[in-house]
């Protein structure tokens, strides 16, 4: 199994410009042909609060009257200091503090398959500081942002890290593929 954090970026490195607003990413529809052979291969998700709430409002409770379920069957880590708004029928675990026990925890559940890495980067990256980031696959947009949540905040050099693939899905996206080098 691995850990992998998969996402878009701008080609200017932010996930979310600096309004949280992700329309430059949704003007191109559906997400690239490389989600559903890798979603099927996932057992166990986390994601910070801002990527949780952003999936409330912009998901879930879009239409107030007729919310839509939990996104995803794998069980969910949400991490955040505060008392979050719930999903219902959704198994989402609220959690904090250090990302060691909690992968722990995830790697149990996800019962040999993948644990996904939604963002933020920060959050990603406390994965990746921990030596618990094997992977990352990341979906680069013909779009720049000058600001907002950065991909990755870490400085990852020496070692680099070691590019195993690259791929065009359609006219706007390519998806690089990365192992994060054990040291
Ligand atoms: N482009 C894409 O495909 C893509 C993918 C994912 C997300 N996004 C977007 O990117 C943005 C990411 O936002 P973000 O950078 O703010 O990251 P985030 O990881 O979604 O949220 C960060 C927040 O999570 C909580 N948190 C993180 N680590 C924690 C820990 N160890 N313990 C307790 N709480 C912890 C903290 O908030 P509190 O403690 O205050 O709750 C922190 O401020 C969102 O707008 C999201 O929608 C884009």
Same mark, same amino acid.
């Given at each position: 199994?691995?850990?992998?954090? /998969?996402?878009?970026?701008?080609?200017?490195?932010?996930?979310?410009?600096?309004?949280?607003?992700?329309?430059?990413?949704?003007?191109?529809?559906?997400? *690239?042909?490389?989600?559903? =052979?890798?979603?099927?291969?996932?057992?166990?998700?986390?994601?910070?609060?801002?990527?949780?709430?952003?999936? &409330?409002?912009?998901?879930?409770?879009?239409?107030?009257? %007729?919310?839509?379920?939990?996104?995803? #069957?794998?069980?969910? !880590?949400?991490?955040?200091?505060?008392?979050?708004?719930?999903?219902?029928?959704?198994?989402?675990?609220?959690?904090?503090?250090?990302?060691?026990?909690?992968? %722990?925890?995830?790697?149990?559940? +996800?019962?040999?398959? %993948?644990? !996904?890495?939604?963002? *933020? *980067?920060?959050?990603?990256?406390?994965? /990746?500081?921990?030596?618990?980031?094997?992977? &990352?696959?990341?979906?680069?947009?013909?779009?720049? &942002?000058?600001?907002? +949540? =950065?991909? &990755?905040? #870490?400085?990852?050099?020496? =070692? =680099?890290?070691?590019?195993?693939?690259?791929?065009?899905?359609?006219?706007? /996206?390519?998806?690089?593929?990365?192992?994060?080098?054990?040291?």
């Amino acid at each position: 199994m691995k850990t992998q954090y /998969y996402t878009a970026t701008s080609l200017d490195g932010y996930i979310a410009d600096a309004d949280n607003s992700l329309d430059w990413l949704m003007q191109f529809g559906e997400p *690239g042909e490389s989600y559903p =052979p890798f979603i099927a291969e996932v057992g166990a998700i986390a994601m910070g609060s801002t990527t949780y709430e952003w999936l &409330l409002e912009h998901e879930i409770y879009k239409d107030k009257e %007729n919310p839509k379920p939990w996104p995803y #069957r794998q069980p969910s !880590w949400v991490f955040s200091s505060r008392t979050l708004k719930k999903v219902p029928n959704a198994d989402i675990h609220f959690c904090k503090g250090d990302v060691v026990p909690i992968y %722990n925890e995830m790697v149990k559940a +996800a019962e040999g398959k %993948n644990i !996904w890495i939604v963002g *933020g *980067g920060e959050l990603a990256g406390q994965f /990746y500081d921990k030596g618990l980031l094997d992977e &990352l696959i990341i979906t680069i947009t013909p779009v720049t &942002l000058g600001g907002g +949540a =950065p991909l &990755l905040p #870490r400085k990852i050099a020496a =070692p =680099p890290l070691k590019l195993v693939a690259v791929q065009q899905y359609g006219k706007h /996206y390519v998806e690089v593929r990365y192992e994060v080098a054990k040291v």
